[in-house]
C-alpha cells in the first residue's frame, strides 16, 4: 500500500492508475496496524472511490474507518454539481441515515442508581430490539407514513410524539429537503412501515450513561453536560425501510451506469449523475429514508421518556443533539456547492456555521462518538479544521476492528452480560448472539479514535460518557 505519512495523524495516498483525486486518512500507530492487520482492505476501497466521476478531492477517511460495502466505513467523499458529478447508494449505505441522538437529563448518576434495574426492565419493554421486530401500538397509516417521510418527525407533533423544542437540536432540523415517498419502493414501504420507533440489531442500542470527564469547560455547560449528570444515548436508523431504498437503487444504478459511460471498478460502487433521472430518483428516495429514520429516533425518544416517567424519574430529557452517519447532502464548501457522501462519518460543522442552532453556534456543531458497550462514549465539538480539511466531516464512532463471525468466536465461553454487570453495567438484549458480536473487543478504543480527531484538529473533545444501563438488539 503506497501512502506517506503528511503529519502526526495525517496520511496521503497519491493519484494512481485510474484515480482523479489523492486520498486522505486519519490514524494512530495503532489504527496503522489494525489497517494493516485488514491488508489496508478500507484504503483500498477509498482509492476505488477517488476514480469516481466528478469527486471533488480528496477522498477521505476518518479515523475509524473500516472495510465496508463499497465505500469505506468512515468515508466521505464530495461530488461536483452540475458536472459530471454522481451519486453512489453504496457511499450512504444500507442504513440510510442511521444516526445518534443525545439527551440529557437533569438526574445525578447516585439518583439513577437505585432503580437501575427497573430503569432497565422498563427501557427494554418500551423500545423493541432485534432482528425484524416492530411495534402495533402507533396505529399509522398510509397517509401518516408518507407524511413521515416527506417531513420526518415534525408530521408526529400533532399525535404528541415530538416536541417541537426538539427539532431545534437535530440536524438539517429533522427533515431533508426534496423527499419523494414515490421514489420509495413499496417493497421498501412494507418492510419499514411496523418497524418505526424501534431499534432494530447490529450495532443499534440504547443506553443510559453519566459524564464522567469534562474536558472543554466552556463547551460542556453551552451542551447541558456536567460531570454525573445522566445521559441517553440512542443508536438507530432507517431499518428496514432504508435496507430496501438502497437495495433497489444499487441493483438500478448497476443497469444504467454503461449508459452514462461510468467505469466501475467495483460493482459495490453503482453509480448515476446527480442530475440523471436516476440520480434524482435516488436522493428523493434517499431523503424520504433519511426522514423516516429521524422520525424513528424521535419515537424512540418518546418511548424512553415515558419510560423514565413510569420508573418515578420525573424532570426533562432535552435533546441535545440528533445526527445522521450515513446521508448525501447537497453544501456549499469552498464556495462551491457540492454534494457530500458520507458513510459512517459525522458532520461536524465549526464555530459560526448558520445552520447550527444559535446555543451552540460559538462552539461548533455537537459531535457524538458512540464507543463500545463496556467503555466510553465522547461529545465534540465541530471546528474550523474540519471545515477546510474534510468537508466538515469527522468520526463517528470508535470502528470495527472484528468481523462479527471472529467477535462471536472470541466471546465463546464467556459470560459478557456477567462480565459486564459485575462492573456496574446493565445489559438487556433480545439475544446473546448480539452481545456477543458486539462485545468491547471488537471495536478500536474510542478513546484512540477521540485522540487522533482532536490532534487533527477535526474535532474538539468536550466530554466522556460512561454506560450504566445497555439495551441492545
Known amino acids: 500500500m503506497n501512502f506517506e505519512r503528511l503529519s502526526e495523524n495525517r496520511y496521503r495516498i497519491p493519484r494512481e492508475g485510474a484515480m482523479r483525486v489523492e486520498a486522505v486518512f486519519y490514524a494512530s500507530e495503532s489504527i496503522l496496524s489494525d ?29 475509524d474507518v473500516h472495510w465496508g460495502y463499497g465505500f469505506p466505513i468512515g468515508g466521505v467523499a464530495a461530488f461536483e454539481t452540475g458536472g459530471e458529478g454522481v451519486v453512489s447508494p453504496g457511499g450512504v449505505g444500507f442504513d440510510i441515515n442511521c444516526g445518534v441522538r443525545l439527551l440529557v437529563s437533569d438526574l445525578e448518576r447516585e439518583d439513577l442508581v437505585p432503580r437501575a434495574r427497573e430503569l432497565a426492565d422498563a427501557l427494554f419493554a418500551a423500545v423493541p430490539s432485534g432482528v425484524g ?22 408530521a408526529l407533533v400533532d399525535r404528541g410524539y415530538t416536541d417541537p423544542a426538539d427539532l431545534e437540536n437535530v440536524e438539517s432540523r429533522g427533515m431533508l429537503p426534496g423527499a419523494d415517498p414515490e421514489a420509495v419502493s413499496e417493497r421498501a414501504y412494507k418492510r419499514g412501515a411496523s418497524q418505526l ?43 428496514g425501510l432504508g435496507h430496501q431504498v438502497c437495495q433497489d437503487y444499487v441493483e438500478r444504478f448497476l443497469d444504467v451506469a454503461p449508459k452514462y459511460g461510468i467505469e466501475l471498478v467495483d460493482r459495490q460502487l453503482a453509480a448515476a449523475p446527480i442530475d440523471s433521472p436516476e440520480g434524482r430518483s435516488y436522493l428523493g428516495a434517499m431523503a424520504a429514508a433519511a426522514n423516516f429514520a429521524f422520525a424513528n429516533r424521535q419515537l424512540i425518544t418518546h418511548h424512553v421518556r415515558r419510560a423514565f416517567e413510569r420508573t418515578g424519574f420525573g424532570g426533562s430529557l432535552r435533546v441535545l443533539y440528533d445526527l445522521a452517519h450515513n446521508n448525501a447532502k447537497f453544501e456549499k464548501h469552498g464556495g462551491r456547492r457540492v454534494l457530500v457522501h458520507r458513510k459512517g462519518a459525522t458532520r461536524a460543522f465549526g464555530p459560526g456555521n448558520p445552520e447550527l442552532p444559535e446555543r451552540y453556534r460559538s462552539y461548533g456543531q455537537p459531535v457524538l462518538v458512540p464507543g463500545d458497550m463496556g467503555r466510553y ?34 466471546a465463546r465461553g464467556r459470560d459478557l452480560i456477567g462480565e459486564l454487570e459485575r462492573r456496574g453495567i446493565l445489559v438487556r438484549a433480545a439475544g446473546r ?41
Open 133 to 154: 421486530r416492530g411495534r402495533r401500538d402507533l396505529g399509522l397509516g398510509r397517509r401518516e407514513h408518507s407524511a413521515i417521510l416527506h417531513e420526518g418527525p415534525r
Open 377 to 410: 462514549s465522547f461529545v465534540l465539538a465541530g471546528t474550523e479544521g474540519a471545515m477546510r480539511e474534510t468537508f466538515g466531516s469527522s468520526a463517528h464512532g470508535a470502528g470495527r476492528r472484528m468481523s462479527r463471525r471472529r467477535a462471536k468466536k472470541a
Open 197 to 239: 420507533g424501534t431499534l432494530g440489531s447490529g450495532n443499534h442500542f440504547l443506553e443510559v450513561q453519566y459524564v464522567d470527564e469534562v474536558y472543554d469547560r466552556e463547551a460542556a455547560p453551552a451542551f447541558g453536560l456536567q460531570e454525573g449528570r445522566v445521559t441517553v444515548l440512542i443508536h438507530s436508523g432507517s431499518r
Open 35 to 63: 489497517l494493516a492487520a485488514e491488508d489496508y482492505a478500507s484504503l483500498k476501497q477509498l482509492e476505488n472511490v477517488a476514480t469516481l466521476p466528478g469527486i471533488v478531492g480528496p477522498a477521505l477517511a476518518m479515523p
Open 433 to 473: 448472539a448480539t452481545v456477543d458480536e458486539e462485545m468491547s473487543e471488537a471495536y478500536k478504543d474510542a478513546a484512540e479514535v477521540v485522540e487522533v480527531t482532536d490532534a487533527a484538529g477535526i474535532g474538539k473533545k468536550v466530554a466522556r460518557l460512561r454506560p450504566m444501563i445497555v439495551v441492545k438488539g
